[in-house]
């Protein structure tokens, strides 16, 4: 995806430290870019997007949260189920919003 072709981005994870069901807020603007770890940060994806192709978008991350995260075990539990519907339902009503011209926050 070249985050320079969109006006908004969110980045979606689950996480053991989001309030339940979820939590949608802005990408902090202090992003930095770090090459000591195998994983990416969404601050590192965007502070790369932003300065070798100038993307402008805003960024938002929706944090589901989880309880159990076992790299033995694909399953997902009732309560994360819900916190997961949750958000997919936040996302959809603010989508649907914004491509009818509604306010959204």
Do not use: C, K, W
């Not at 990416?40 to 938002?60: C, E, I, K």
């Not at 339902?89 to 926050?105: I, K, M, V, W």
């Amino acid at each position: 995806m070249d985050m320079s072709d969109y006006g908004q981005v969110v980045y979606v994870d689950a996480s053991l430290d989001a309030p339940p069901p979820f939590e949608f807020a802005p990408l902090p603007n202090d992003a930095v870019m770090r090459l000591d770890t195998h994983s990416v940060s969404p601050g590192a994806l965007t502070y790369l997007a932003r300065t070798l192709f100038g993307a402008t978008a805003s960024v938002f991350v929706l944090a589901i949260r989880g309880y159990r995260f076992d790299p033995f075990i694909e399953t997902i539990s009732e309560q994360a189920q819900g916190n997961l519907r949750e958000a997919i339902s936040f996302f959809a009503n603010r989508y649907q919003d914004q491509t009818s011209g509604g306010r959204t926050s």
